[in-house]
């Protein structure tokens, strides 16, 4: 599986943001997906998660309730709605996928990674 990233960029505090994951491969329906983020000097952390149909959903609490990860099957697409975006919320952002239905918070469980897609919020 491949996966390509878009939708970063520049935006103001309380703005909002789609970010977009493109895989490639026919086995896409078949994998849970994750977001991460990593700001620099900090590890890589956890921000959302879905299971390979959709039905379930997990954040961090830290973007609990302003984050929002679906998916599109037909199209081999993960989201992440972003909105009342934070200046903490300055970071590149990573798409992982896990060969497995279920989620997972942990890094290390996912086995492809697209590249980042930097998002920078502006106080």
């Known amino acids: 599986v491949q996966l390509q990233a878009s939708g970063g960029g520049l935006v103001q505090a309380g703005g909002s943001l789609r970010l977009s994951c493109a895989a490639s491969g026919r086995t896409f329906s078949s994998y849970a997906m994750g977001w991460f983020r990593q700001a620099p000097g900090k590890e890589r952390e956890f921000v959302a998660a879905?299971?390979?149909?959709?039905?379930?959903?997990y954040y961090a609490d830290s973007v609990k309730g302003r984050f929002t990860i679906s998916r599109d099957n037909a199209e081999n697409t993960v989201y992440l709605q972003m909105s009342s975006l934070k200046p903490a919320d300055t970071a590149a952002y990573y798409c992982?996928?896990?060969?497995?239905?279920?989620?997972?918070?942990?890094?290390?469980?996912?086995?492809?990674w697209g590249q980042g897609t930097q998002v920078t919020v502006s106080s």
């Open positions: 992982a996928a896990r060969s497995t239905s279920w989620m997972s918070v942990l890094s290390y469980e996912y086995d492809y």
């Open positions: 879905i299971t390979w149909s959709g039905s379930s959903t």
